[in-house]
């Protein structure tokens, strides 16, 4: 957690907070799972904005966006002979892994839903 219980008790009544992060347990420790159809609660008098898959509801902007983050990320993987040398190398992008070679490597997505969890790093030192 980013922000704590009392952190959030300290903000001012009428605050709005934004979990951008709620899909992979969220960043502030009063955070609840929300939806489109009851998007927002309050705890402490601070509105808390929780729904998940955030980009979905607005498709273009977010298709955009992926498409100048990605676009340049599949060049790089080419230039790396594929996707596993490039994971291999620069792993700080794992964390943005759920899947890999048909195993679930993400631990709150496992969790969330009882699947089996895979150490990702686990299965990318095997391959090598």
């Not at 955009?64 to 291999?88: D, H, T, Y």
Request: negative net charge; contains cysteine.
């Amino acid at each position: 957690m980013v922000v704590t219980e009392e952190m959030v008790s300290n903000m001012r009544p009428g605050s709005v907070i934004i979990d951008v992060s709620i899909d992979r347990g969220g960043c502030f420790e009063t955070s609840e799972i929300t939806s489109h159809e009851l998007p927002v609660f309050t705890k402490y008098g601070v509105i808390h904005y929780c729904v998940p898959n955030i980009p979905s509801g607005f498709s273009r902007t977010a298709s955009q966006a992926i498409s100048n983050v990605l676009m340049p990320l599949l060049l790089e993987a080419g230039e790396e002979g594929g996707f596993e040398n490039l994971i291999w190398h620069q792993i700080h992008l794992r964390h943005g892994l759920y899947l890999f070679k048909g195993a679930l490597t993400n631990l709150y997505l496992s969790q969330r839903f009882d699947l089996k969890y895979t150490d990702l790093n686990l299965l990318i030192a095997s391959q090598r």
